[in-house]
C-alpha cells in the first residue's frame, strides 16, 4: 500500500494521541484511584426497598472513624433524603436506588456523579475535604416534572458536625401539688461514645445533667419537676444538648373536685 | 481586493468563535471582558480584517487573485 | 473527474436525473422526506431553546418533554436516515453506473420507512393532547425521548414505527448489496468503487448494532407495552440500546464523511488523496462501531469497570480513522487549491472556492466536527467523564457533530444533490452561502453555551434548569448571559433552517435548465489499484467486528442477566401522562417547594 510520508508522520502522530490518552485514564484509575461506578453496589428489587436494611430508612450513617454511609431513595421526583449533612474531611460512600425509573444523583459542579437505574444500587465512596453546599439534581429524565427534581448536600465543618438526635417526652399538664418529669432522649449516631450536657430550663431554674451516649445507642435523662416549685399557671421549658433544643409548656393547674393526681405520674 | 468577498465573509464568520472562545480564555487571566466590549473588539476585528482585505497588494492596485466560482 | 464549473454549458446535459430518472424519484422521496422531518425538528428546537432559558415559555413544562422527544427523534433518526438512504442509493447507482436491480423494491423500502416514521410520530405528537385517543387498549403517548429508556413506557405503535423504519433501513441495505453482487457478475474482476465500498461497510455494521435494539424492542419492550411480558430489566434494555446507540451516530455521520471523501475534494478543484486510506478508514468505522457503546454507561451501576474500560479502549482507538480523515480531507482540499493556482504554506487557503456554498458548507461543517472531537475525547475519558456526564456539554457536543458535521453537510451536499435530482439550477447562491454561514455562526453561540454550562454541571433533558435550593455557579460569565447566548444560537439556526428550506422549495418549483453539471464524483490521485485486496474482503472484516462485539459484549451483559434476570425483578411500566394523578403532582409541588 503507498502511504505518503506525511501521511505515515500524522499515523504516528495520531496513535501517540491515542495511546497518551488511553494511559493518562489507566493513571487516574490507579494512580490518584479515580474509583468508576460499577457493579459493587449490587441489585436489589425496586418493590422491597422498603423492607432493604439499607434502604428502609435511608439517610447517613456514620461507619467509624472519618468514614460515613448514606443511603438514597430516588423516586420521581424527590430524593429521600432531601437533605445531606456530612462533615468535611470525611469518606463518604453513597448507595443510591431508585423505586421507579431511571434517575441520576449528580452533585451539581462536581464528579459526584451517577445514573440510578431501578433494580441497582450505586455505589460511589467520595472524599470531602472542605466544607461547602452543593446541590443535587436529577439528570436523566424521569417524567413530567424532572425538572423539580434535587437535593442539597452540605459538607459541613468537622467540629460543627455531629450525628445526635434530642426528643423530649412531657406531659402538657400537671396538677398543682403533683410531680411531673420531662423526658430527654439523646441518640448518638456516631460510633464513638458522646460526652455532654442535658440541661432543662423551666421556670427561673436550670438544671443540667452529664451524660455519656454510647456509640450508635441512646440515653434517657429524666428531669423531675415539682409543682409546686413553679405555682400554678403555664411554665415554658427548654431542654437543649449541644445545639439541639426542644421547648414546650407545662401548665400548673388547680386540681378540680377530689380526684388526685392523674397529670403526673412522679414519684421519682 | 487581497482575497475573494466569498473568503472575506467566510474569515468574518470564523471571527464569531474567535471572539466568543478568546473571551472565554483571557478569563483565565483574569481579564474579564463585558459583552458590549467583546462585541466592539469583534467590531474592530471586522473593520481592521475589511481594510486589509481591500488594500492594494505591493502597492499596487487590486490584482484579484482568487476566483470565485 | 475534474469539476466542470457550473457556468459552463455542457453540450448534453448528463445530471444524475438524465443517468438515473427512476432512482431519482426515490431519492428526491427520501430527501424530502427528511426535509420535513427537519423543518418540523428544527423548530422544535427553537421551542427548546426559548423555554429552557427561559427566555420565553408558551408550552407548559411537562409539554416539554413532548417537544424534546419529537426533536430527538425527528432529527437523530428521522431527518438522517432519510438523507442517508437518499445519498446512498445515490452512491451506489452513480459509482456502479448501473440502476438498481429492481426499482419496486426500492419504492417498498422507502414506504415502508415512512410508514415506521408515522406511527412514531402519530404517538409522540399525542403526547399534546388531553386526553389522546386509545388504541389497542390503552391511551397513545411516547414521552419517552430517544432513548426511550424503561421503565417509562411508549405506547405499542411507538415500537412498532421503530421496527418498521429499521426493518425498511435494512433492506435498503439489501437493496444496495444485491445492486453490487449484480454489478459485481458483470464485472468479476474489478475493485469495489469507493463510494460503494463506503456504503457497504457502513450497511454491513448498521446489521450489526440494529441487532441489538431489535432484540431490545421486539423481545422485551414492545411485549411488555402490549401486557404480554410484565416486567422489563432496565439496565438490559438500557445496555441494548447502548449495543445500538453509539453505531447509530457513526451510521449518520458516514454519508457525511463519503461527502468529504468524494464530493469535497471535487468541489476544492482535485482529487482525492489516497483512495487505499479511505477505504482503511471505513473498515475500522466497520469493525469499531458497535463494541464500545457501554461508553454512554460509564456511569451505570450493574457494570464492572473492566468492561467499561474495554469500551474506553475501542472508543480512543476509533479516533483513529476520524484523525486519518482530517488528514486526508486537507489534503485533498490543498492539492486542489494548488491547482486552482493557490500557494504558499497557507496561502493556499485564499484559493479554495469559498463563494460556492457546497464547498464553505461541508469545510465548515469539518472544521466545527474537528471541535467536536476535542469534546468527545474528554467525554471518552471514562473518569473525566463524571464531570460532564448527562449535562448540557454533552448536547453541546452532539450539536457539533450530528447537528453540524452531520447536518451542514447534508444541507450543503443538497445544495448539489436536488439540481441533480430534479434537473433544475439552484434557485439562489448567495442565499445558500449565506445560509450555511449563519449556520456557523448560530452553532458557536449555541454550543459553546451549552460545553460551558455543562461544565458548572447545568443538566441536560431539562424543562426549567432553575432550582429552587442553589444556584449555578459559572466559572466565566453568568447564567443569564449563557442562555442568551444558547437562545440568540437558536434564532441564528432557525434562520438559518428557514432559508435552507426556502431554497429547496424554489428550486424545485423552478425551470428546468440545461446547465446542471454532470453527476460525477472525485478521482483519486492513489487510487484503487494502490489498496491492498484484502481490503475489499467485506466477509472478513464483517467477521472480525463480530468476533470484537462478542468480546465486548458477552460478558457485560451475561453478568447484567444474571443479576437482574432476562425479564427483570417485576418492574412495571411507567406511562407518564396516564399514571399520575394532578392531585399527586400538586402535593409534590409543594413538598419541593
Known sequence: MNIHTYEKVWLVAAMVLIVGFIATITYGAVGPGIAMIDDEGGDINPDEINDDERFAEPGVEHVGGNEYEVAVVAQAWSYTPSQIEVPANSEVTFYVTSRDVTHSFSVVGTNVNTMVIPGQVSEMTVKFDEPGEYGILCNEYCGEYHHTMEGKLNVVPEDEFDMTELSVEADDEVESGNETTITANVENGMQEDLETTVSLEIGD????????????????????????????????????????????????VTPDGNESADGGDGDA | MRISKGALLVVVALLVPFVVEFRTALSWFGIKLTILESLALAGVLVIGLLLWAVWPENGNGGTGTADSS | MATSPPTEVTAMRNAYVDQFPDEARVIKAAFWSSFIALAIGGTLGLVQALHRTDVFRFIQSPDYYTVLTAHGVLLAITFTIFFLVGTF??????????????VRFTWAWYIMMVIGTVLVAIAIFSGFLESAPSVLGSELNADVLFTFYAPLEAHPIFYIGLVLFVVGSWLAGVDWFRTWLAWRSENPDERIPLPTFMVLTTTLFWYICTFGVALSILVFLLPWSLGIT???????????FWYFGHAVVYFWLMPAYMMWYIMLPKFSGGKLFSDPLARVVFVLFLLLSTPLGIHHQYLDPGIAEGYKFIAMTNTMFLLLPSLLTAFTVVASMEHGARQRGGEGYLGWLKALPWRNPIFTGMALAGLMFAAAGFSGMINAGMNINYLVHNTWWVVGHFHLTVGTAVALTFMAASYWFIPQLTGKEL???????????????????????????????????TAEPQYQGFDFEPAVGTVGEINMQVALGGVILTLSLALFLLNMIMTSIGDDSESIP???????????????????????????????????YTLPLASIIDAGGLFGPGIEGVRLSTWVDPAVIESLGEVIR
Open chain 3, 230 to 240: 410484565e416486567s422489563v430489566n432496565p439496565l438490559l434494555t438500557r445496555t441494548l
Open chain 3, 518 to 552: 454532470d453527476n460525477t464524483y472525485a478521482g483519486t490521485l492513489s487510487g484503487a489499484e494502490d489498496s491492498p485486496r484484502i481490503l475489499d474482503n467485506l466477509k472478513l472484516w464483517t467477521a472480525i467486528a463480530v468476533v470484537l462485539v462478542i468480546i465486548a
Open chain 3, 89 to 102: 442509493t445515490w452512491a451506489v447507482t452513480t459509482s456502479l453506473d448501473r440502476g438498481v436491480v429492481d
Open chain 1, 205 to 252: 431554674e436550670t438544671r443540667e445533667e452529664a451524660v455519656t451516649v454510647p456509640g450508635d445507642g441512646s440515653e434517657e435523662v429524666a428531669f423531675t419537676v415539682d409543682s409546686a416549685d413553679l405555682g400554678e399557671g403555664d411554665h415554658d421549658w427548654t431542654v437543649t444538648v449541644d445545639d439541639y433544643e426542644e421547648s414546650g409548656t407545662l401548665s400548673v
Open chain 3, 427 to 461: 434557485w439562489n447562491r448567495s442565499v445558500a452561502l449565506g445560509q450555511v454561514l449563519l449556520w456557523f455562526i448560530g452553532m458557536t453561540f449555541m454550543s459553546n453555551a451549552m460545553h460551558r454550562s455543562g461544565l458548572f454541571g447545568m443538566p441536560r433533558r
